[in-house]
């Protein structure tokens, strides 16, 4: 990317999801994953229920409507579908999520690492990392994103929003390739699957994962560079307090993306 105004600065990606129950993913986030709970924040006609994440923040964008989740398999359908979550203890992480209410884990010992996947109770896959000595408490690593066309993804990450693109590798039980692309401490992880219908948009057409967040430093030149490439803007910028601007633009296969500007 040759212009470099409109850089990210948060630590980490954001991520904003909608409950379809939202006591049963506080429940699910909060006692189970253990994440600790932040302060919600109380906007016009909006609730956002918070969990700190490591650098990042899971929030939940609640209104009084309880809309249905989107299709949470990898192949069924284009959109955010998978969250990474890396934990220091996985048995720990069962205890908990089974003290909750929910199914225990079924573990995978990887040598040096394992491994286990539970919908959250929005639809949304999460896979669940464990790697000792990681730290005293859950981390959101990577967003996974399934897409019509990888190429036109990397474009827009890359030279609109300035991510760094990183590793590809097989997934052969998707067969496709899978492509890393860094944000901060956040890892989006994109696999293209064709002819697929897209469940992205307006954030609360479904629950599940609805939209990524990162702090900008020139919210005007990252606008910029989306009208130039063509894509869609369906809010903003509007200032929402003193000082700070937010502004919603659209990647190609139409998940949103929310750019945040404190001045």
Known sequence: MTDQSGKMTSGALD?????SDLEAMIAFYGEGLGMPRLEDI???????????AGDGIVKFNQTSSTPDPAPGD???????????IVAPDLE????????AGFPELTI????????????????????????????????????GLTVGDIDASRTF????LGFTQGNVEAVPSLGTDKHEFSAGATTLKLWQIDDLEAH??????YAGIRYLTAEVDDID???????QAGQNIPHGPLEIAPGVQIAMVEDPDGNWFELVERK
């Open 92 to 99: 720990v992480i069962s205890k908990q999520l089974q003290s």
């Open 157 to 160: 990450l890359t030279e609109v």
């Open 221 to 227: 030149a990252v606008l910029s560079r989306a009208r």
């Open 200 to 205: 992205t948009g307006p954030i609360q057409d």
């Open 108 to 143: 995978q010992d990887h040598g040096q690492y394992t491994l286990a996947f539970i919908p959250d109770p929005s639809g949304s896959l999460v896979e669940l990392a464990g790697a000792k000595g990681f730290g005293s408490s859950t981390v959101l690593q990577a967003v």
């Open 42 to 52: 109380e906007l016009p006609g909006i609730r956002l229920v918070q969990f700190q």
């Open 74 to 84: 990898l192949t069924s359908s284009r959109g955010m579908k998978l969250m990474t």
């Open 15 to 19: 991520i904003g999801m909608v409950a």
